[in-house]
């Protein structure tokens, strides 16, 4: 049965659906189910193999080594996956094909069509509310309370506060308007518009060449303009912004009438447009035309008046305007029907759209968009004009919208983006043409067909209240779209679909299978146990636990950061399980505890396991579907987030990617043999595991809630998922704030690998002052042992997130997780053999005394891999015997 999806279709920033969200934090909770066995199996260690307890250790460290060694060639399996499904999978002549040559019944062209046909019919439905009373009731639910967020009347009172600011902080054609016009520096206002069009108007010149018509107009508008802020109207409006001149000579340097100003400048070379400037000069002269074009909006346009009559169109709540009219409809009661609603109802209408309206006004200022950008004092001001009006027209008029965005005709719009790529005869350009197709569709950060149908589907309540409008047209257009969005996704996710997202599932539950046999071998054991199959199961788990995490990675990365705050959360709900269990059956006298405790364990796996699996499955197998919809307009591929290798690198995700390498990489080297097991007092190693256990939960969970705080795309820099650069961009090229602070955060990588350098060089100088302050000195000791483990947890936390959001690193997100990976088991390995090396000299007698610390160090890395390699080599041993065994018979 279809399941109602709180989110929208998947895509680039969507990370909302409840089921999803529940799916990735016991997709985090049940991927670390095995470390937790192979280490709380040591009791059945002791019971069913007899081993006697100077083994224990070495019995519990080859169980977890083989279960990390075994993920290694799963992990590479599902990398070798992942990069087959986005680099050698190509959609684009599926998607071309799923197009049509012609609009043919079941073509996306056709069915584009069909979805602009029913979107024009729910347009039509509600566009007329001075006429059809259903149409007047929608747009009265729309209307709202006063203060009701998302409804027109609050709207409007936004967006008139941002219009009244922008008129406060406007120029006029005043003195003082032209002193703000002229910018307060040299990259700001007319004066930085003069230096562009000085600019345009010396490469038209040299473009043109001495001696030829053209050339000695363009030097002369250059002059008159000005080379630098020292010379023509640029050095006036130098002098005037500074209160060293004035207005008057402004004006004069522009529009002298005797030949010098720039404005008569700039008409002796317009009137060459068709004789000198043609042909290669033409480019160069259009840009001259581009230049004087916004040089002369911001002088001539009264900026202040144009937000003036914006504001009176929407009216202060007292006046027969927009808001007014509004509140007249709104404030009716539910009963009224006839002349008493539709009259109220138009008058909101012509309010807006009128020759008077708020519509037009806008029209007018948008107009002028290049001006208000101009200056920097009044920019931010016009962005929330546009942004308060654009959020009025997305209630308003989502309709007009979606049909505008599907387009008609195939002359606009996404209709005509699919009739280029259906069209395509083999020119070359299929790439770029079936891009163009996803970018209007969907994968855009502007205005896409999604987002304004999603911005209709948030009115569903507002069509169900115009009676036959909302079981009519806008279940229609439902359908319509459901078919076209089934027939798009079906194209460009189908290999996922089934590489990817299918094979996941199986994972989950394979994960959930290997816990369930882990506990028939361990409850079935006898007296002795079955040594070489409890092996077996974990090895199994290990290679299960690899490719599972891959492939999780890959499904959707926009949930990593909710999958690695699963993860964290892990330590402390099994230990509180632990804990709880030691307490119920503690007592070896009464009950056979460590048999208990372990049952327990595998148990409270075996239940998380299944619900993971279950979850997962439930969230990528069945049919989602939007709520206001019918069960038929499910779609199987609501949840599936297609990405491919198709952005372009950005510097700024070297950043975090090096975070999760170092993160990853570096942490099981130090941590716990030799920080805190060889520096820390030893009473205190239990403590530091217990602060860890705490702590380690906070940075996750800390950067999962910022991202659920955010909104829009790409986020704004409070997470560390937006562009961690100076100025972060959003599609409308406004800028949302700086993140470049993020890399900040960069300093943990040097501390982790400060830190242990400092653990190493200690156990070796042990005379030396830093060796003094640190071993064995409780407090310094415990500290710098958090610290390290603190720095891999918060780099982890910070470089994924960092990776995969804005920065664009989400499509290759498995590589430093599988280079991090190598790191972290190898040098984990070698790291056991260091330490055995070590412990096994006397101080008194030091291998590497005399030699330089280049020979020091080569040596024990040569002793370290004499004893690692054989342990690593024996590893395989048993798995290789079994599975030899299995092709003998």
């Known amino acids: 049965m279809p399941h109602i999806c709180s989110a929208k279709q998947a895509g680039v920033g969507v990370a909302d659906c409840d089921l999803l969200i529940i799916a990735y934090i016991f997709a985090g909770l049940a991927m670390m189910l095995n470390i937790r066995l192979s280490y709380s199996s040591a009791p ?232 000198a400037y043609t042909s290669d000069k033409q480019a160069a002269y259009y840009k001259v035309e581009a230049a004087w074009n916004a040089f002369n909006a911001l002088y001539t346009t009264d900026l202040k008046e144009l937000a003036k009559e914006l504001k009176n169109a929407i009216g202060n709540g007292s006046q027969s305007k927009l808001r007014q009219a509004l509140a007249a409809l709104g404030n009716l009661q539910d009963t009224a029907t006839g002349a008493q609603l539709t009259g109220p109802a138009d008058n909101v209408k012509t309010a807006y759209d009128g020759g008077e309206g708020v519509k ?90 999604k987002s304004k149908f999603e911005l209709v589907m948030a009115q569903a309540s507002a069509y169900e209240k115009g009676g036959t409008i909302k079981t009519n047209e806008y279940t229609q257009l439902l359908h319509a779209w459901t078919v076209f969005n089934d027939k798009y996704y079906g194209v460009i996710s189908y290999y996922k679909y ?14 959930f299978l290997t816990y369930v046999i882990l506990f028939v071998v361990y409850v079935a054991g006898g007296e002795t146990g079955h040594l070489t199959v409890f092996y077996l199961v974990i090895a199994i788990s290990g290679f299960v636990f690899g490719i599972n995490m891959t492939l999780v990675y890959s499904v959707d990365w926009n949930y990593i950061p909710i999958y690695i705050a699963g993860e964290n959360c892990f330590p402390i709900i099994t230990s509180f399980i632990h804990y709880i269990t030691t307490l119920m059956f503690g007592n070896r006298r009464k009950w056979n505890s460590d048999f208990i405790v372990v049952v327990v364990d595998i148990v409270a796996a075996i239940i998380i396991s299944l619900v993971a699996a279950m979850v997962w499955s439930v969230a990528y197998l069945s049919k989602p579907k939007y709520a206001s919809a019918k069960d038929k307009e499910a779609s199987w591929y609501h949840h599936i987030f297609t990405n491919k290798f198709e952005g372009e690198f950005k510097p700024e995700v070297i950043s975090p990617f090096l975070m999760i390498i170092v993160g990853m990489g570096l942490v099981y080297a130090i941590y716990p043999g030799i920080a805190p097991g060889m520096i820390v007092p030893f009473y205190l190693i239990d403590k530091i595991e217990m602060v860890l256990l705490i702590a380690t939960i906070f940075p996750p969970v800390i950067v999962a809630a910022l991202r659920r705080t955010t909104k829009g795309w790409p986020p704004p820099p409070q997470s560390p998922m937006c562009q961690w650069t100076l100025d972060i961009r959003g599609f409308d090229g406004q800028s949302k704030g700086t993140g470049l602070f993020w890399h900040g955060f960069d300093l943990l990588m040097v501390i982790k690998i400060s830190l242990a350098v400092i653990f190493i060089y200690s156990l070796h100088y042990r005379e030396s002052h830093l060796s003094r302050s640190i071993i064995n000195q ?93 342990n690593l080599k024996s590893l395989f041993q048993p798995i290789a015997k079994l599975f030899t065994f299995f092709i003998y018979f």
């Open 44 to 275: 059945y260690a002791l019971i069913r193999f007899r081993l006697p307890e100077n083994l224990f250790s070495v019995f519990v460290r080859r169980i977890a080594s083989a279960l990390e060694l075994w993920c290694l060639p799963s992990m590479l399996l599902g990398n070798i996956i992942d990069l087959i499904q986005k680099l050698a999978v190509n959609t684009d002549g599926d998607l071309k094909a799923a197009a049509g040559t012609e609009k043919s019944q079941g073509t996306l062209r056709k069915l584009a069509e069909a979805l602009h046909t029913q979107a024009n019919s729910l347009n039509d439905a509600v566009n007329n509310p001075g006429a059809t009373e259903n149409a007047a009731k929608v747009l009265k639910f729309k209307a709202g309370s006063e203060d009701e967020e998302g409804k027109l009347r609050k709207l409007a009172k936004d967006l008139y506060t941002a219009a009244t600011q922008l008129e406060n902080k406007a120029p006029d054609n005043s003195d003082d308007g032209l002193k703000q016009k002229a910018g307060t520096h040299q990259n700001d206002g007319l004066r930085k518009l003069a230096g562009e069009l000085y600019i345009a108007a010396k490469a038209l010149q040299k473009k043109v060449g001495t001696g030829v018509s053209g050339h000695d107009e363009a030097q002369s508008l250059a002059n008159a303009v000005g080379e630098s802020e020292s010379s023509g109207i640029r050095a006036k409006l130098q002098q005037l912004a500074e209160n060293e001149g004035t207005a008057d000579a402004v004006r004069t340097a522009y529009e002298d009438g005797t030949g010098d100003g720039v404005k008569k400048k700039f008409d002796e070379v317009q009137k060459l447009k068709g004789s």
């Open 360 to 449: 037009p006004k806008f029209t007018k200022l948008k107009d002028r968009e290049s001006s208000y950008q101009a200056i920097a004092a009044i920019r931010p001001n016009y962005k929330e004009v546009v942004d308060a009006m654009t959020a009025f027209d997305n209630v308003y008029k989502p309709e007009e919208l979606l049909k505008d965005a599907v387009g008609q005709g195939e002359t606009t719009g996404l209709t005509k983006a699919l009739a280029a790529l259906g069209n395509d005869n083999g020119s070359g350009d299929l790439p770029s043409l079936a891009k163009a197709v996803k970018k209007e569709y969907s994968e855009s950060f502007g205005p896409t067909v």
């Open 498 to 511: 089934y590489s990817i997202v299918v094979p996941s599932v199986i994972t989950q539950w394979l994960n």
């Open 778 to 870: 409780p407090k310094m000791s415990t500290f710098l042992s958090i610290t390290f483990y603190m720095c891999h947890e918060c780099l982890l936390a910070l470089g994924f997130p960092g990776l995969v959001g804005a920065n664009g690193g989400g499509d290759y997100v498995l590589i430093p997780q599988y280079i991090g990976a190598l790191f972290m088991i190898f040098l984990a390995f070698y790291s056991e053999g260091y330490i055995i090396e070590y412990k096994s000299h006397d101080p008194a007698h030091w291998p590497t005394e005399g030699m330089t610390k280049w020979n020091a160090f080569c040596y024990w890395c040569k002793r370290a891999s004499k004893i690692t390699n054989p």
